[in-house]
């Protein structure tokens, strides 16, 4: 059979269900993809807003690139503050490539434009339906889907892909393992829209003795703030009036991956198969390289090399964003002036920028080697 003839289920239409349904669309497949929320996240409570050059690449074919750069803000610098004085910062548009290191996007806007490029192959998710179970043969998963209307639908597919999230009902079904840990602390977060517009080229990390907060530009009009610290919105230096709060939220951090990213013929992919902490904004990222990844390979009908090409890259995320995660959440006295001595000097050596710079360009993963050009 024709790689393009079998039938595919995409559990889940986040970022990475939505690549995977796009990716496999443009190469002639008519996946099936489902999800079990009304639509996709709402604007205003945006997870992820860094998209990173990688991505960029990996998205240029389907041309979700180019609307992603039409509405995303530039990233010009990263900077490390202890309370009031600079530390260090990295100019993080000196990549190499076609795109700076990262622009920030909410995720609300990522999926909306993703999902207008996957109506242009008349692919549409089935909203409100639910992957209950997995079942039977992995070479040929049965699952049961919840209807909106209620009813259960039984089917049969040959490739089943699990974006389904961090509480992946289908890697529970098919038995892959999620080993990892959670840190104690909890994270908080508010968005902040301002009365007039805010300087949206920089990501500022506030240290302080112990805690961080982080600023991180959501649009023009407003900043994310992130922070270990309960009482955080009581020490931002708002740099303008402030209109109101979009949205809060806390979080608690886990860093987890699968055992393996395939069983049979279900692949997992995204949250399903990897967590960590938002340090490095690598966790959309990532899911939508493993998508992209995965669409090609089904598309060369190697889907089996999926686990050992993606594995070492999930690694190497993992222990890059427990690295930067271990660096701004310290609370050892001592840990800290050693560190807040240490940043100045490491930064202003080439090769620790240049290494930071390939982890926030995400070109520290496998380059993808469909795409002409790639880093
Ligand atoms: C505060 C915060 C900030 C972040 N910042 C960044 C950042 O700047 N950059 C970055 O790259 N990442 C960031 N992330 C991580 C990023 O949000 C996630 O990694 C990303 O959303 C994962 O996408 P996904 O499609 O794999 O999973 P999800 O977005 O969780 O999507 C899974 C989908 O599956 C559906 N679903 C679940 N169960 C079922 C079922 N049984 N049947 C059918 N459908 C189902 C859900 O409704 C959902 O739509 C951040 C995360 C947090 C918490």
């Excluded at 443009?26 to 998209?51: H, K, Q, T, Y």
Aim: one cysteine or more; a neutral charge.
């Amino acid at each position: 059979m024709a790689p393009e003839h079998r039938s595919i289920l995409i559990a889940g239409a986040g970022t990475t269900g939505l690549t995977a349904a796009l990716e496999l669309a443009r190469r002639g497949f008519r996946p099936r993809i489902v999800d079990n929320d009304a639509g996709p996240v709402p604007m205003v409570e945006s997870r992820a807003l860094g998209v990173n050059a990688r991505i960029l690449a990996l998205l240029g074919p389907s041309r979700v690139a180019d609307a992603i750069l039409q509405e995303a803000q530039q990233i010009a610098q990263f900077r490390i503050v202890a309370k009031t004085s600079r530390l260090a910062t990295l100019d993080i548009t000196k990549v190499p490539g076609r795109h700076s290191a990262m622009h920030m996007l909410a995720q609300g806007h990522t999926e909306r434009l993703l999902l207008s490029k996957l109506d242009d192959f008349e692919v549409d998710p089935e909203w409100q339906t639910t992957v209950e179970t997995v079942s039977g043969d992995l070479t040929r998963p049965v699952v049961s889907l919840r209807r909106p209307d209620g009813t259960l639908e039984t089917a049969t597919f040959d490739i089943v892909i699990s974006a389904d999230g961090a509480h992946s009902a289908i890697r529970k079904a098919v038995g892959i393992g999620f080993p990892g840990e959670a840190l104690e602390s909890s994270f908080y977060l508010a968005d902040f829209r301002y009365k007039r517009e805010i300087d949206p080229h920089f990501v500022e990390m506030q240290l302080f003795d112990p805690g961080m907060i982080g600023r991180l530009p959501v649009d023009r009009e407003v900043l994310r703030y992130i922070s270990t610290l309960p009482d955080f919105e009581e020490r931002i230096e708002h740099p303008a009036p402030v209109a109101e709060v979009t949205w809060r939220s806390n979080f608690r951090i886990h860093f987890r991956h699968v055992e393996t990213m395939s069983k049979g013929n279900v692949f997992l992919a995204g949250d399903a198969a990897h967590i960590h902490s938002p340090a490095g904004a690598r966790g959309m990222n990532l899911g939508i390289e493993d998508a992209c990844w995965l669409a090609w390979l089904i598309s060369e009908g190697r889907e089996g090399d999926y686990d050992r090409l993606r594995m070492p890259a999930v690694k190497t995320v993992l222990k890059q964003t427990r690295q930067l995660t271990t660096l701004f959440t310290m609370s050892n006295p001592l840990a800290i002036s050693m560190r807040n001595l240490a940043v100045p000097v490491l930064f202003r050596l080439p090769a620790f920028s240049r290494k930071l710079l390939r982890g926030v360009a995400g070109y520290d993963t496998p380059s993808p080697p469909w795409i002409d050009g790639a880093l």
